[in-house]
């Protein structure tokens, strides 16, 4: 059986399941997170919800890879029950894979940031001006008459590479997570 994961207790996880159900479907996920697989109805017996709205967050959840269902057909009504049962290590390679995602994103900002030409800024005004069009204006301001000073990027550089340092760390951390399920 998978490790019970408390969603109230991790901020990785309660992120993510907010960003997809949003607040209205928190307690509906907190309680399969506590009871791990349960049908529409009984969750919606228990939180006093409609079955509707249980479905659509647990549809919501399902397209995120979240959670499974398995369908059975009742015998006396004819229609579907779904069962939904929570997806710890399906939750944490989601998790993984959008921070692996940002990962590349933030190294592509350095390489951008890295083969950037000379920019020029105006301390007074934060207008910041390529190296051709500060030429054109003679290193002046155009909008204040100041003198355009020459913006060092090692400072962004430097503040990104933190963050690809934090973001690893972070994924090392999930990566530990996922392997103790």
């Given at each position: ?6 969603l ?37 017996k ?27 057909r ?14 710890p ?11 692996q995602?940002?990962?590349?994103g ?7 940031e890295?083969s ?10 934060s207008?910041?001006?390529?190296f ?12 204040c ?6 913006l ?9 590479n ?20």
């Amino acid at each position: 059986m998978a490790k019970k994961i408390n969603l109230i207790d991790d901020p990785d996880i309660n992120n993510l399941v907010r960003g997809i159900v949003g607040e209205t479907g928190i307690p509906i996920v907190s309680h399969l997170f506590k009871i791990q697989k349960a049908d529409e109805f009984e969750i919606a017996k228990k939180l006093k919800e409609d079955v509707n709205f249980i479905r659509s967050i647990m549809y919501k959840m399902y397209t995120n890879n979240l959670v499974n269902y398995t369908r059975r057909r009742d015998a006396e009504k004819g229609w579907y029950i779904y069962t939904w049962e929570f997806a710890p290590k399906k939750l944490f390679n989601s998790l993984i894979a959008s921070r692996q995602k940002e990962l590349e994103g933030l190294f592509k900002k350095v390489e951008e940031e890295k083969s950037m030409e000379q920019i020029f800024t105006c301390p007074t005004c934060s207008i910041n001006l390529d190296f051709n069009k500060s030429l054109e204006l003679n290193f002046t301001c155009f909008a204040c008459g100041g003198m355009l000073q020459p913006l060092n990027n090692d400072l962004i550089i430097n503040g990104l590479n933190q963050d690809i340092k934090c973001l690893s760390n972070n994924i090392c951390v999930l990566k530990e997570k996922l392997n103790e399920i």
